[in-house]
T-cell receptor, first 114, second 114 residues
């Protein structure tokens, strides 16, 4: 079974609008972390935001927020006030317990339209 | 210094060549990773080093040979590669184990095998 599922291969959003990128996960661990990364066409993976399994509040970092619904095992990324520079691939990832490994979803390609 | 550096940025090599990719971090991180990434796909884990010892090898062909000479350096030695090995090779580091700990990525090496 896939550990991380991203069901939106491509998304479009108008500049200045908000957009939600979906991520669901599968784990039997009680302790896990969920991460979102942005990858522009230049290739570098940029860390955006983190949510821990025991965190009761949704994480926020500037224009990024994470809509964490533990019972539904979803960790959606919300980008508010989209900018042209937000056009990139976005990957959701998970790290379990004390493990070394990160599990990545297949990614969502976001295009911001002027 | 929160940077992971990778050299070279681009590499073109023939199938009979031997080359090496280099990755460096000075954040005191104890886990280091090599990933292979094809266009529009998620990173695929190749190797994980933990305290300078190889802890995960994801059944990577022997034409890829990792080396961790010290806690700051990670090399990937390449020999007799195939055209399908052309990809973006990403190095990453993490402070250690623990689900809260994110990965820091380098800018990657774009490898073309001719």
């Amino acid at each position: 079974a896939q550990k991380i599922t991203q069901t939106q291969p491509g998304m479009f959003v108008q500049e200045k609008e908000a957009v939600t990128l979906d991520c669901t996960y599968d784990t039997s661990d009680q302790s896990y972390g969920l991460f979102w990364y942005k990858q522009p066409s230049s290739g570098e993976m940029i860390f955006l935001i983190y949510q821990g399994s025991y965190d009761e509040q949704n994480a926020t970092e500037g224009r990024y927020s994470l809509n964490f619904q533990k019972a539904r095992k979803s960790a959606n990324l919300v980008i508010s006030a989209s900018q042209l520079g937000d056009s990139a691939m976005y990957f959701c990832a998970m790290r379990e317990g004390g493990g070394n490994q990160f599990y990545f979803g297949t990614g969502t390609s976001l295009t911001v339209i002027p | 210094d929160t940077e992971v550096t990778q050299t070279p940025k681009h590499l073109v090599m023939g199938m009979t060549n031997k080359k090496s990719l280099k990755c460096e971090q000075h954040m005191g991180h104890r886990a280091m990773y090599w990933y292979k990434q094809k266009a529009k796909k998620p990173p695929e884990l190749m190797f994980v080093y933990s305290y300078e010892k190889l802890s995960i090898n994801e059944s990577v062909p022997s034409r890829f040979s990792p080396e961790c000479p010290n806690s700051s350096l990670l090399n990937l030695h390449l020999h007799a590669l195939q055209p399908e090995d052309s990809a973006l090779y990403l190095c990453a580091s993490s402070p250690g184990w623990g689900y809260r700990l994110e990965q820091y990525f380098g800018p990657g090496t774009r490898l073309t095998v001719t």
